[in-house]
């Protein structure tokens, strides 16, 4: 299992938000830059952003963040993720050495288009499924639908999605652990590997996925935890590696 830094780009600097909200955010630096070489010191394999106004915007405003984080780390796995909405966005962070991209509102609202893009794009495709009560978040979490999520992850299994993202927004940011019964039920649902994502606040809740994770559960992702001080990455990446 990974365990995967986040770095949140916000008007080009590095944020955590509280449950997706704009307005209750955390600038933790800004230089995202150097924070991605803090968490590549810290020995980890992959790298999780997120273009914070891109995914309010609807397309790419961080861009040249990630390009430039890309560039200094041209062999470190980076996925990324906000205002990914067409093809030509994901050629865009492709060739600026991204691995891989990541699928959401779109997703929810055109499904057909993630086989699209996984057959123009093979092996770069992810989906991120956010979801409030199992219910699947779009458009910045700013709306709730009716889809729960664990169908709509059915709904991709043959098209080719590498891994899927999976955040209880109910716990994101909020430092209360991560939500391991509806991960596990997430992995359940399709033969897609699911990163979990959402509330990781130490080292007991990487325990709690590693107890788990051979129902598909391939990495971890954390933000608020490993800026505050509550997890190391290097020690939870150690311990996945013994446990593999």
């Given at each position: 299992?990974?365990?995967?830094?986040?770095?949140?780009l916000?008007?080009?600097q590095?944020v955590?938000?509280?449950?997706?909200?704009m307005?209750d955010?955390?600038?933790?630096?800004?230089?995202?830059?150097?924070?991605?070489?803090?968490?590549?010191?810290?020995?980890?394999?992959?790298?999780?952003?997120?273009d914070?106004?891109?995914?309010f915007?609807?397309?790419?405003?961080?861009?040249?963040?990630?390009?430039?984080?890309?560039?200094?780390?041209?062999?470190?796995?980076?996925?990324?993720g906000?205002?990914?909405?067409?093809l030509?966005t994901?050629?865009?962070?492709?060739?600026?050495?991204?691995?891989y991209?990541?699928?959401?509102?779109?997703?929810?609202k055109?499904?057909?288009?993630?086989?699209e893009?996984?057959?123009?794009?093979?092996?770069?495709?992810?989906?991120g499924?956010d979801?409030k009560?199992?219910?699947?978040?779009?458009d910045g979490?700013?709306?709730?639908?009716?889809?729960?999520?664990?169908?709509?992850a059915?709904?991709f299994?043959?098209d080719g999605?590498?891994?899927?993202?999976?955040?209880?927004?109910?716990?994101?940011?909020?430092?209360?652990?991560?939500?391991?019964?509806?991960t596990?039920?997430?992995?359940?649902a399709?033969?897609?590997?699911?990163?979990?994502?959402g509330g990781?606040?130490?080292?007991?809740?990487?325990?709690?996925?590693?107890?788990?994770?051979?129902?598909?559960?391939?990495?971890?992702?954390?933000?608020?935890a490993?800026?505050?001080?509550?997890?190391?990455?290097?020690?939870?990446?150690?311990?996945?590696?013994a446990?593999a």
């Amino acid at each position: 299992m990974l365990i995967i830094p986040a770095i949140d780009l916000k008007d080009g600097q590095c944020v955590r938000l509280r449950q997706g909200l704009m307005e209750d955010s955390t600038v933790f630096s800004d230089d995202p830059v150097a924070m991605a070489a803090r968490w590549v010191d810290a020995g980890c394999r992959r790298l999780h952003l997120v273009d914070l106004n891109g995914a309010f915007a609807g397309e790419p405003v961080n861009g040249e963040v990630v390009k430039a984080i890309a560039a200094a780390y041209p062999d470190l796995p980076i996925q990324i993720g906000g205002g990914i909405r067409n093809l030509q966005t994901i050629e865009h962070y492709v060739k600026a050495g991204v691995s891989y991209v990541i699928i959401g509102t779109k997703a929810v609202k055109e499904p057909e288009f993630v086989a699209e893009a996984c057959a123009a794009f093979p092996g770069k495709v992810i989906v991120g499924l956010d979801a409030k009560d199992g219910l699947v978040a779009t458009d910045g979490w700013a709306e709730v639908s009716t889809v729960q999520a664990t169908d709509l992850a059915r709904r991709f299994e043959s098209d080719g999605v590498s891994a899927i993202v999976y955040t209880d927004i109910a716990r994101d940011g909020m430092m209360q652990g991560v939500n391991v019964q509806a991960t596990v039920a997430m992995a359940q649902a399709s033969s897609i590997p699911v990163i979990a994502s959402g509330g990781i606040t130490n080292i007991e809740d990487i325990r709690g996925l590693l107890a788990v994770s051979d129902a598909g559960i391939c990495g971890a992702i954390t933000g608020r935890a490993i800026y505050e001080g509550t997890l190391d990455v290097a020690e939870a990446q150690r311990l996945c590696d013994a446990a593999a």
